[in-house]
């Protein structure tokens, strides 16, 4: 992430395919790891982790929300309810056969994919716009299927207690527990995309994106791929509802709405279409953008309002410099988070030389 | 990037850690109030008026020799912003906490087990939370949705002659969990009153209902109608009532649809004229303690502010904060002057006892066993301008809904 290299020396594809494309790439990677899995859980307090937690969910959900818009090309605004879909199979699982976290995730998961490739039929007609009202009337369905069905709802409030996950027998309380313990799943998700984009479905899947027409002609199945691309996104939308699930103790859809679908999309297009860190960056800017918004507003706000007024701004102004600084990001650099990131690289791989 | 955010994380740390260093004679009250998001229409009268309380308690000195002080954060109805807003407020040290939405309520009950802090969920949440045992940190401390519909039907039984046997009533309801919370404890009743019922949901956001007033006016024409609607939706209702030619004076709002707002928002107090409204706290100007909070206003030379007028969500505030204040000062008492713990104003909460603030509020009786204190209600009707008084507090069919509480395990 932070190497320079001084040109391009490639000559194999295996090369060209490796997951750490110099020594110091591994170096960092383990940099890195210390960092997040050892140093922060010894030093941060318990609300810094809390918001870590959360960002760790988001980045789960984000990766795989790109997978299908950023390198599969297919606009999905129904990932909130593939995260219920996920929710509720766990705490169905849970609650009824007292299924473990490592039976649950993977469960909740694969419903979520089933599902998925299923709301991704429509992918195969139509394109763009299209899909997004597609996928829209997912998000609607399956809201309404939750709200109305109690053999899935769990009765009329529609949501379904779950205890916290057990490892070994303890059960994973604090907020430093349940750190690693999303931790855990967000390495995962993380070596797991990088791994699955340089594959053969992830180049296929670019290929679908840039030109679908192209890529069927070259010998890569439209159908399967999309399907694949559906199904996978909404695999990793499967595990981070249940992951919510756990971290909150409770399933309940009014938590995977219309607009946490359109807050992962925008984290996706943030943080970069078609790139790891930008997931990443994306997840960590949205949900970290209210509370250093709020956090300004508290700090400097005292000295131009008075107290009784902040109290009334602050809500009010942190929404307007939440959409401000989107706007101001996206005018800045269209590409998103990862593509500023790039560019501030690519400057000093050559400075002070750039000529 | 990621080094950077930490870098940033440590640096809000160091300016949190300045802020939330507490004086020795203070306890934290928190709360999460919504001034933006779906339900701003209450959040902007029911915020300040919490301040304004705790200004009040202050102002004649504090509890037991402690001064209040406060947490406000806006959720914007988020679950992840409020849980993010918890933590925060659980690290300043609040001792109790408000919670503001019945999925919040939700996410935060198992925390809120873990961290000892009370929290109370006045007239939404869980209903089922009314059973202490179940439920130890997490207070209704007003009429839960199953009160409120029994408090609903008894109110009707009473206005169609003593009887509901062979009477028609419809239920017409906000399509989502908070919504369907009451047909459950509708269902029993009804067979235990013989009573005819059929529900029409409002699909949200709820500002579209002509299709099922015009069913309920024309083709079912029922003897009563039960609203519970939210945000902009009860008004919506009055109108379309009023426009289908259904007399408003056979309508029960229950709590989410009987503020001032939806009244105006409808289109005035002659539009809604009939309607009768569900109140978990006293509505209107008659009560001692808003004087005082006009008269401490006075004092400082300034108005009091126009969010009193909307006294239905400005007493429920009251209510609330009232509540959380007597809760501590009995803590303070019990632990003998020693600064409470939010395991001690869990205590405090459950030795609430007709605590009714000149009227404002019903005589509840928390225990260990019922945070809800008995599940009162009050019916007031829209007359002339304003909300008349009907009944006085009044339970509707308690053990029907302690049968509900105790078949929720």
């Known amino acids: 992430m932070f190497h320079r290299e001084s040109g ?53 959900g984000a990766l795989g929300l790109n997978i299908l818009v950023g390198y599969t090309g297919q606009i999905s605004i129904g990932h909130g309810a593939f995260m219920s879909v996920g929710a509720y199979t766990a705490a169905n699982l849970v609650v ?58 769990g009765g009329v409030q529609a949501s379904i207690q779950v205890p916290r996950p057990s490892l070994f027998g303890t059960q994973l309380k604090s907020q430093t527990q349940l750190y690693l313990f999303l931790m855990a799943f967000a390495v995962l998700a993380i070596v797991a995309t990088s791994n699955l984009v340089r594959s053969r479905i992830g180049r296929a899947f670019v290929a679908v994106r840039d030109q679908d027409i192209a890529a069927e002609i070259i010998g890569i199945n439209t159908f399967r791929y999309k399907l694949w691309a559906f199904a996978i996104s909404s695999f990793y939308a499967g595990v ?92 800045v650099e269209p590409e998103g988070l990862n593509r500023l990131w790039r560019n501030i690289r690519n400057y000093f791989r050559v400075w002070p030389f750039s000529y | 990037m990621r080094s950077a955010s930490t870098a940033v994380l440590v640096a809000v740390g160091l300016c949190f850690a300045g802020a939330a260093t507490a004086q020795e004679k203070e306890v934290l009250i928190a709360w999460q109030c919504d001034r933006t998001g779906p339900t701003q229409i209450v959040g902007v009268v029911y915020c300040p008026a919490i301040q304004d309380y705790i200004d009040l308690i202050n102002s004649k000195g504090g509890v037991e020799g402690y001064k209040i002080k406060s947490s406000e954060l806006d959720n914007e109805y988020k679950v992840p912003q409020a849980v993010e807003e918890y933590e925060r407020q659980k690290q300043m040290g609040a001792v109790s906490m408000m919670i503001y939405g019945t999925p919040q309520a939700q996410a935060l009950n198992q925390k809120l087990v873990e961290d000892k ?64 919370e009451p047909l459950p404890v509708l269902e029993d009743l009804q067979k ?52 289908a030619g259904y007399p408003l004076s056979k309508v029960i709002g229950l709590v989410w649809a009987s503020a001032e707002a939806d009244i105006l928002a409808a289109g005035g107090w002659a539009v809604a004229e009939g309607y009768h409204t569900l109140q978990f706290a006293g509505a209107g100007d008659d009560y001692p303690i808003r004087q005082e909070i006009k008269a401490m206003y006075k004092a400082q030379g300034k108005e009091p502010p126009k969010g009193m007028d909307d006294t239905v969500i400005y007493n429920r505030a009251i209510l609330n904060t009232a509540l959380h204040v007597e809760a501590i000062r009995n803590a303070i008492k019990a632990t003998g002057g020693r600064k409470p713990t939010g395991e001690d104003v869990k205590k405090g909460f459950e030795q609430i006892h007709d605590f009714t603030l000149g009227g404002l509020f019903p005589p509840l009786k928390i225990t260990p066993e019922d945070h809800e204190g008995g599940g009162w209600v009050q019916i007031f009707q829209v007359k002339g301008g304003k909300f008349v008084k009907e009944t006085d507090w009044f339970r509707g069919y308690p053990e029907v809904v302690a049968a509900a509480v105790k078949k929720a395990e």
């Not at chain 1, 750490?20 to 318990?46: C, N, R, S």
């Not at chain 1, 700090?299 to 107290?307: D, E, N, P, V």
């Not at chain 2, 009473?158 to 908070?178: C, M, Q, R, T």
């Open chain 1, 240 to 331: 981070t509802g249940v992951l919510y699930t756990y971290y909150l103790g409770i399933a309940n859809y009014e938590q995977f709405q219309i607009n946490v679908s359109i807050d992962y999309l925008a984290m996706v297009i943030i943080g970069g279409l078609g790139s790891i860190l930008g997931s990443i960056l994306g997840a960590i800017f949205v949900t970290l953008l209210p509370i250093a918004t709020r956090w300004f507003l508290e700090s400097f706000g005292g000295l131009i309002f008075s107290q009784a007024d902040l109290a009334n701004i602050i809500p009010n102004l942190r929404l307007i410099l939440f959409g401000g600084l989107i706007i101001f990001f996206l005018v």
């Open chain 2, 117 to 180: 802090i009370p929290g109370t969920s006045p007239g939404f949440g869980i209903s089922a939370s009314a059973d202490g045992t179940r439920f130890p940190y997490l207070f209704p401390i007003a009429a839960t949705y199953w009160s409120q519909a029994a408090g609903a039907i008894q109110f009707i039984k009473e206005k169609l002659g003593g009887s509901l046997k062979g009477k028609k009533i419809a239920y017409v309801y906000y399509d989502n969990p908070a919504g369907h």
């Open chain 1, 96 to 153: 009824h056969l007292h299924a473990p976290f490592w039976v649950t995730i993977p469960a909740g998961g694969l419903m979520a994919a089933l599902i998925g490739a299923v709301v991704g039929i429509p992918s195969l007609r139509i394109k763009g716009i299209y899909l997004a009202i597609a996928t829209l009337a997912a998000q609607l369905i399956i809201e309404w299927t939750i709200n109305h069905v109690p053999a899935i709802s």
């Open chain 2, 192 to 243: 235990i009153e013989g009573f005819e019922m059929r529900s029409f949901a409002v699909p949200p956001p709820g500002v579209e209902m002509g299709a099922q007033v015009l069913d309920i006016a024309q083709r079912y024409r029922p003897d009563f109608v039960i609203n519970h609607l939210f945000g902009r939706s009860p008004s919506v209702a009055v109108k379309e009532y009023k426009r």
């Open chain 1, 8 to 60: 391009v020396f490639k000559t194999s594809y295996a090369a060209d395919m490796a997951l750490y494309p110099l020594p110091i790439t591994k170096w960092a990677a383990a940099a890195f790891a210390g960092l997040f899995i050892v140093l922060a859980p010894l030093t941060l307090g318990e609300y810094y982790i809390s918001i870590l937690d959360l960002i760790l969910i988001a980045v789960v």
